[in-house]
């Protein structure tokens, strides 16, 4: 008698996966090689990455992580708006039913406790940190931050959010380099169904990013997606980077990149603007302190051990990729 094997989704490494949305659910494998594979419909077959899910053989799972997950109740599981999974010391995102957590994105603790504090029906599985399930009300809030009100910090906020852009970037290019697609609905033929390489544009000066899409035989580009920062926002080559790519494979660009919060902490390599002289411009060199060095973008002239007490009541933030933007 054969043996069928089947496998269950724990989570989507890239957030456009055809089973990001269906975490927890099992499906028969049909055919196995770098990644399973399993019919979705009479003559479609649609894969998925191995690491991304947990073998089940007659209903047995041998999948030693599944243990951890035997003692929390599946119906807590489907009711939760936002689940996490615990991985390591990070946190991933399995589960957002109102999208604004990336599947499969990795997020820390203190992320978590923050983003669990401010919304409804946050749940953590394994229970590895001091709370299950979170409620929208004043006792899970002081479970959530140790009995202190609850602080949402912007530039700790911009900081998830970059590094969720870096790991959908780095995810994306790397599925160009697969060449197997994921025969989703999600994205378009390029993205679904061919290799395909990825050059981007950064324009420091327009503060906007190109992405080029070419497959394996072409020559010039086949899609171009592009991102330009507002005249009010902060611009950030990671986040551009990750909105121009999802535009140029048809995904769709979640909400946290079009409105991330703008940085509030002046850091060595932001480049500012001064507010009272809107094309002085320049890149920040050095920061001890109150202390600063400044380079001006101009002509290149430096400014050294300047004071500021709080250096954005006279200046903005207007770019805080930190030198990873061509001219």
Known sequence: ??????????????????????????????????????????HH???????????????????????EMKNVNQTTIDSASTVFEKVGDKYIGSKSRFGDILIGAPYSEAFVKAYASERKDVLVIPKTIEYTAFLRNEEMKKVATHGQAPIVNDQARRD???????????????????????????GNETY????????????????????LIRRTSDIDPRHIGRAKAA??????VHIGKAIALRR????????????????T???????????????????????SGIIYDFTRIKNGVKYNSLSYKNLLDSATIIDDSRGEVGE
Do not use: H
């Open 1 to 42: 008698m054969e043996t069928k094997k089947y496998v269950r989704i724990k989570k989507a490494t890239c957030k456009s996966a055809w089973y990001a949305d269906k975490i927890g659910q099992v499906f028969e494998v049909e055919r196995e090689g770098p990644n399973y594979f399993t019919r979705t419909g009479p």
């Open 45 to 67: 077959l649609s894969a998925i990455r191995k690491e991304d899910a947990e073998v089940i053989v007659n209903n047995e799972t041998r999948n030693e992580e599944a243990d």
């Open 160 to 186: 998830e959010i970059v590094e969720q852009a870096k790991a959908d970037v780095e995810e994306l290019v790397l599925n160009g380099y697969d060449g197997e697609g994921f025969w989703g609905a999600e």
């Open 192 to 211: 679904r169904k061919f290799s395909y390489s990825v050059e981007f544009l950064p324009d420091r000066k327009k503060r906007k990013v190109t992405a």
């Open 231 to 236: 005249t009010s926002d902060c611009f950030n």
């Open 248 to 263: 140029a494979l048809g995904l769709a660009v979640p909400d946290e990149y079009l409105n991330a919060p703008q940085p």
């Open 265 to 287: 902490e002046v850091r060595v390599g932001d480049v500012i603007s001064w507010t009272a002289f809107k094309d002085e411009v320049y890149a920040v060199t050095k920061k």
